[in-house]
């Protein structure tokens, strides 16, 4: 991928979705704590079924102190609706526990520190960072970022760290937060997994998804 061509895609996806990172749809919203808490969630769920339990977790449970005590079966009712709400229990208890015990009921800051809570890898250390605190450590790579970083011919692997490691070398620190956001936003709003809305993607031109496309199935 040619880096002005890079620049050209963020600058498109950026005008297109002017208010992503501020989205109230969006679960990287609120404290580090409870973004930290609500990013392990969303795992295997959308966004929108996260934030219906938000409220009624954290009425429960407001800080590390109280969550680290619960017992996890008292938590699967309120988080039920997730999905794997046993495993999911036992991992924000214990991550809540992590961050009472290890570092004073104070989510981290530094990556290295992240990645050693139970249930945190790169990708949720990266949203917390910057969502949580406003540091650039990385680019969050989930299901949509990778989609569109292989569609739009950015990354040809599966690999999370390798796509993170690909993105990152195109496009300078200040923007990989945001690029995340809008990447996100674009998967969502017309990258579809199954039926992407390529007539209607304001990228199309540097798209080799769709540059591929028999020339029946494209739209000027």
């Known amino acids: 991928m040619d880096a002005q061509d890079a620049k050209k895609i963020y600058s498109a996806l950026l005008k297109r979705y002017p208010r992503a990172r501020e989205s109230p749809t969006t679960i990287c919203r609120g404290t580090p704590f409870e973004v930290l808490i609500?990013?392990?969630?969303?795992?295997?769920t959308t966004d929108k079924a996260v934030l219906q339990v938000k409220e009624p977790l954290f009425s429960a449970y407001p800080s590390p102190h109280a969550l680290a005590r619960a017992n996890p079966a008292d938590v699967e009712p309120i988080i039920h609706s997730l999905g794997y709400y046993h495993a999911k229990a036992k991992h924000i208890v214990a991550a809540a526990a992590s961050v009472e015990n290890e570092f004073g009921g104070e989510v981290?800051?530094?990556?290295?520190?992240?990645?050693?809570?139970?249930?945190?890898?790169?990708?949720?250390?990266?949203?917390?960072?910057?969502?949580?605190?406003?540091?650039?450590?990385?680019?969050?790579?989930?299901?949509?970022?990778?989609?569109?970083?292989?569609?739009?011919?950015?990354?040809?692997?599966?690999?999370v760290k390798v796509i993170e490691q690909d993105l990152m070398a195109l496009y300078p620190k200040k923007d990989w937060g945001d690029l995340t956001d809008v990447f996100i936003a674009h998967g969502r709003a017309t990258c579809d997994a199954r039926k992407p809305l390529c007539g209607d993607c304001v990228i199309r031109k540097y798209c080799r998804y769709y540059r591929d496309l028999p020339d029946d199935q494209k739209k000027d």
């Open 38 to 44: 609500l990013t392990i969630l969303s795992a295997q």
């Open 108 to 159: 981290p800051r530094t990556m290295d520190e992240l990645l050693s809570i139970p249930g945190v890898g790169r990708k949720t250390a990266n949203i917390v960072l910057y969502h949580g605190f406003g540091q650039n450590h990385g680019i969050a790579v989930d299901t949509h970022v990778r989609r569109l970083a292989q569609r739009i011919g950015i990354s040809d692997t599966d690999d």
